[in-house]
C-alpha cells in the first residue's frame, strides 16, 4: 500500500482544514487507516484512526474537533480539522495497517505515507 497525504498549509486559530490521503494498492477497504502528527521537538502521536469496519478512534486532544471519514471508493481517507489550535501545529502523517490494534495500541502501522506540515498561528 502507498499512501499520499496532503491538504496542509498554514491558517489561523480557529480556522478549520481537510486532510486527503489517497491509497494506492489492493484490498484499501480492508485496511485500517489513521493519521497521526509529530510537532517539533515531540514524539510522534496518534491523532485518530478508522477500522475497516468504520470503528473511529479519537485522540482526546482532537475529540469534538476532528473528524475521521474513509471512501473506499476512492480509496481516500479524511481528516476534517475544525477549531485549530497552535498546538495542532505539526507535520501529519497517514499510515495503514491490517490490524486496527497494531495502530491504535502499538502506534506502528506498517505503511506510512509521507508527511503534509500543518500549522496554525494564533
Known amino acids: 500500500v502507498q499512501l499520499q497525504a496532503s491538504g496542509g498549509g498554514l491558517v489561523q486559530a480557529g480556522d478549520s482544514l481537510r486532510l486527503f490521503c489517497a491509497a494506492s494498492?489492493?484490498?484499501?477497504?480492508?485496511?485500517?487507516l489513521a493519521w497521526f502528527r509529530q510537532a517539533p521537538g515531540k514524539e510522534r502521536e496518534l491523532v485518530a484512526a478508522?477500522?475497516?469496519?468504520?470503528?473511529?478512534h479519537y485522540a482526546d486532544s482532537v475529540t469534538g474537533r476532528f473528524t475521521i471519514s474513509r471512501d473506499n471508493a476512492k480509496n481516500t481517507v479524511y481528516l476534517q480539522m475544525n477549531s485549530l489550535k497552535p498546538d495542532d501545529t505539526a507535520i501529519y502523517y497517514c499510515?495503514?495497517?491490517?490490524?486496527?490494534?497494531?495502530?491504535?495500541?502499538?502506534?506502528?502501522?506498517?505503511?506510512w505515507g509521507q508527511g503534509t506540515q500543518v500549522t496554525v498561528s494564533s
Open positions: 494498492g489492493r484490498i484499501f477497504s480492508s485496511y485500517a
Open positions: 478508522v477500522s475497516s469496519g468504520g470503528y473511529i
Open positions: 499510515a495503514a495497517d491490517l490490524a486496527f490494534g497494531n495502530i491504535v495500541y502499538r502506534n506502528t502501522p506498517d505503511y
